[in-house]
């Protein structure tokens, strides 16, 4: 897997509350007044603010007070990248939230959890790919899940 991060999402409890405050430090977006994610260009990176509650969902953890509420993303070339990253994270103990599969928007995507702690997962972020030359890249996220549960 690259070593890097290109997209921080941060899980916002008040999209419109955590906007206002990025915007006041001047940070600048794209984004309409009613979209339901917010992009911030951050140098070779990207910062997004998403709803706290879809952003767990779509990570496959539940937040029960444990969970950061942020995932980091690495932006992969093809949809064989991000089987072969899934692959060496279930070699590596992950449990798989999603399977590598074609997605409703045209990408490709897969989540998997790392034992214990944080998740990642591969999938196109399409809103993004206009800005890179029109590729069809894919994402691994990595995001801190609740507190383990006792069995």
């Known amino acids: 897997?690259?070593?890097?991060?290109?997209?921080?999402?941060?899980?916002?409890?008040?999209?419109?509350?955590?906007?206002?405050?990025?915007?006041?430090?001047?940070?600048?977006?794209?984004?309409g007044p009613d979209d339901d994610v917010v992009f911030f260009q951050a140098g070779d990176m990207i910062?997004?603010?998403?709803?706290?509650?879809?952003?767990?969902?779509?990570s496959c953890v539940e937040d029960g007070g444990g969970w950061g509420g942020i995932t980091l993303s690495l932006n992969l070339g093809s949809p064989e990248e991000v089987d072969t990253v899934t692959e060496e994270a279930r070699a590596a103990g992950a449990t798989i939230?999603?399977?590598?599969?074609?997605?409703?928007?045209?990408?490709?995507?897969a989540l998997f959890l790392r034992p214990r702690r944080p998740s990642l997962g591969g999938r196109p972020q399409p809103?993004?790919?206009?800005?890179?030359?029109?590729?069809?890249?894919?994402?691994?996220?990595?995001?801190?899940?609740?507190?383990?549960t006792s069995t």
Do not use: C, H, N
């Open 127 to 148: 809103a993004l790919d206009d800005r890179r030359g029109g590729r069809r890249t894919a994402r691994l996220k990595w995001t801190t899940p609740g507190a383990p």
């Open 97 to 109: 939230g999603r399977e590598p599969a074609e997605t409703f928007w045209g990408g490709y995507s």
């Open 47 to 58: 910062v997004a603010l998403w709803d706290r509650a879809r952003l767990a969902e779509d």
């Open 1 to 31: 897997m690259k070593q890097r991060v290109g997209l921080i999402t941060l899980g916002a409890a008040d999209l419109g509350r955590a906007r206002r405050f990025y915007e006041a430090l001047g940070w600048r977006t794209g984004a």
